[in-house]
């Protein structure tokens, strides 16, 4: 499988793009369908209450199908080359601890945050033909509806606090666990924003740069 790749360092922290296969991006689309019609596997699989998110929907992805459509290789391969082109370094774990899918729509959003374990990233499975406009227009005044926004430190000379990310389909970034950030809400579309994320454990000597134990 060819993965397209884009190291960032637009902040202290790198980031890595990285192009979801649209294969993949079906499979997991047709996945979620799946689970939208069934009550049952709706409720088995429902991870809203373990998010800080005031959207419709988040959803775990189950293991087997994580495995079997490719979706383990591709966070484990460019979490490798993440950490490669970061640290020049080769990792020798990845331990996934979960991922899962959030359906958004009109007026929801994920409030600042950040996550567990060591590694994260966050990516595009659906986007709206448009995610409304500013109220301002007149000012020129930049629309920040729908948008990804990857936060670290404070703004600076010479110095970004923040990077806002349009959502494009099959886009997906990597980033240190601890790196905040926030999707905005946005408006006039009924149409749904479907993200996909995910949680993973590297090998600790590479995580862990002061040498100490992890507690």
Known sequence: MKIECKHIRHFGPSILKAKI???LVDKINNYVEEIIKSKEKSKQLNYGEGLVGDVTQELY????FIKSSGWL?????CTKEYILKSEGRTISKFQLLK?????QYQHEFNPTHWHSGHISGAG???VPKSFGESVQKKQNKGYH?????LIHGSRAFLSNSSLRIVPEVGDFYFFPNYLMHTVYPFKNTYEER???SFNAKID????????????
């Open 145 to 149: 509806g729908g948008k990804l926004e």
């Open 99 to 103: 991922t899962w899918v959030v359906r």
């Open 204 to 215: 600790e000597t590479t995580w862990d740069i002061f040498g100490g134990k992890e507690k």
């Open 124 to 126: 595009f499975l659906k």
């Open 61 to 64: 992805l189950d293991n087997e």
């Open 73 to 77: 290789d591709f966070l484990g391969n």
């Open 194 to 196: 479907r993200s996909i």
């Open 21 to 23: 296969p649209n294969e």
